[in-house]
């Protein structure tokens, strides 16, 4: 190992492959949000909801995946599974532990973004519907969750690029991911700074787009409010 020689080049050398673990990160961050808003409406209605049962169970789900932490998550995933249900793991069970993981995390981050977002529209327009002959669901699907949706589209955002950096903790369970391609790379050639440098790089370039695919939904929203 030769100590005080960073080769730089190398990180523009590595970029073909590091780029590739990029797309997995992509990949991986698509998924989890998803399934994350699906899980949380369902979890964010449930904690609303006027059954105790149903309301103890999502409240239960959210502190619980909000209150511990991812790495424990994705161990509890990919290593607990297997035993609770013993089966023949497929090769890529650690992307499917992984999806599942996250998936799980952004739906308890979600429900709560969700919950408020409902929560901050008059109960006068659901009362308004129902008036002209709506039902619950019907005044939840046409008049309070679009306007719910505008409200959040700013801490969804938030939870997305949040999403996008941690899954970063996948590589511990070898997912080749952008982080764990660099770790190999670095491991590899003794070059870490240069290799993490990129690495640093490319994530900062992802959310950056993603904050701006955000801010551009935002002002669209707000221009059609304004006619």
């Known amino acids: 190992m030769t100590i005080g020689v960073i080769n730089w080049g190398l990180a523009l050398d590595s970029f073909p492959v590091l780029l590739q673990g990029a797309k997995i990160t992509l990949q991986f961050t698509v998924v989890s949000v998803f399934f994350g808003m699906i899980l949380g409406l369902i979890f964010a209605l449930g904690r609303m909801s006027k059954n ?20 424990v998550q994705i161990f509890l995933i990919y290593f607990g599974i297997p035993q609770l249900i013993p089966f023949t793991l497929p090769d890529n069970y650690q992307y499917i532990a992984g999806a599942i993981a996250l998936s799980l995390n952004c739906g308890a981050y979600t429900a709560e973004i969700f919950r408020s977002g409902i929560q901050s529209i ?52 070898a997912i080749e991911d952008l ?14 700074l240069p290799i993490f440098m990129m690495v640093a790089v490319m994530y900062l370039a992802m959310t950056m787009a993603l904050s701006m695919l955000v801010n551009y939904t935002e002002k669209r929203l707000s221009k059609s409010d304004n006619g």
């Open 179 to 192: 982080m764990y391609t660099g770790k190999i790379i670095a491991g590899r050639t003794f070059q870490a």
């Open 52 to 71: 105790k049962i149903i309301k103890f169970l999502s409240a239960a789900y959210i502190d619980f995946f909000r209150g511990t932490p991812l790495l």
């Open 122 to 173: 008059d109960y006068g327009q659901a009362e308004a519907a129902r008036s002209l002959g709506m039902s619950h669901f019907q005044s939840m699907r046409y008049i309070i969750l679009p306007q719910a949706f505008k409200v959040v589209v700013p801490p969804l955002g938030n939870e997305f690029i949040a999403m996008l950096k941690d899954s970063s903790l996948l590589a511990i369970i």
